[in-house]
């Protein structure tokens, strides 16, 4: 069974960056066509699909985060990351990793605070 | 980039009554990759229906997904008490996979 585990800092200051990990368990990277997500929620409010990898190594970005973020792999680790640079009050969230839709990791609280 | 809009905001039901939900597309999408997800208070969202109409592993067969086009609809038959949640829709064939915004389903 795959399993997803989110680790990092969960209070980061204002105009700094912001980095999350995923591992992934029971998975192997070796499998193809697979897309790793990361998606956060603000306190009290909805999913916002941030960014994901494919497996082959290839990022994408939802449009608004594009300039401030940078997701990658390391597969020897069966880990991927998430890099947010100047962060505000604004990005304070659960983060959660999945891959694809069906498997999630337990979401980490990031809050941007001084 | 395509925008999902979900009605209505909130929805309160009773136990036992069918559930309706909607899922609307800012253009014409492909069905095949339409889901829907179930949150429930401090936990991750589960996935229910990919492809817009096929269940996950082990969803409840009182949980239909239907549409094609621009819109789409959750059904969810005889609400039993763990049903009431908020369920979110996402479209994820081209980047950004974006979500709705989310309905509430309340008791």
């Known amino acids: 069974q795959v399993q997803l585990q989110e680790s990092g800092p969960g209070l980061v200051k204002p105009s700094q960056t912001l980095s999350l990990t995923c591992t992934v368990s029971?998975?192997?990277?070796?499998?193809?066509?697979?897309?790793l997500n990361w998606i956060r929620q603000p306190p009290g409010k909805g999913l916002e699909w941030i960014g994901c990898?494919?497996?082959?190594?290839?990022?994408y970005y939802t449009p608004s985060l594009k300039s401030r973020l940078t997701i990658s792999l390391d597969t020897s680790k069966t880990q991927f990351s998430l890099t947010l640079t100047s962060v505000t009050a604004a990005d304070t969230a659960v983060y959660y990793c999945?891959?694809?839709?069906?498997?999630w990791g337990q979401g980490t609280l990031v809050t941007v605070s001084s | 980039e395509i925008v999902l809009t979900q009605s209505p905001d909130t929805l309160s039901l009773s136990p036992g009554e069918r559930a309706t939900l909607s899922c609307r597309t800012s253009?014409?999408?492909?069905?095949?990759?339409l889901a829907w997800y179930q949150q429930k208070p401090g936990q991750a969202p589960r996935l229910l229906m990919f492809?817009?109409?096929n269940r996950f592993t082990g969803v409840s067969d009182r949980f239909t997904g239907s549409g094609s086009g621009t819109a789409f609809t959750l059904t969810i038959s005889r609400l039993e008490p763990d049903d009431f949640a908020v369920y979110y829709c996402?479209?994820?064939?081209?980047?950004?996979?974006?979500f709705g915004q989310g309905t509430r389903l309340e008791i």
């Open positions: 999945a891959r694809d839709g069906t498997d």
């Open positions: 029971g998975d192997s990277f070796s499998n193809g066509g697979h897309y």
């Open positions: 990898i494919h497996r082959s190594g290839t990022p």
């Open positions: 253009q014409s999408v492909n069905s095949n990759s």
């Open positions: 492809g817009s109409s």
């Open positions: 996402q479209y994820y064939g081209a980047t950004p996979f974006a």
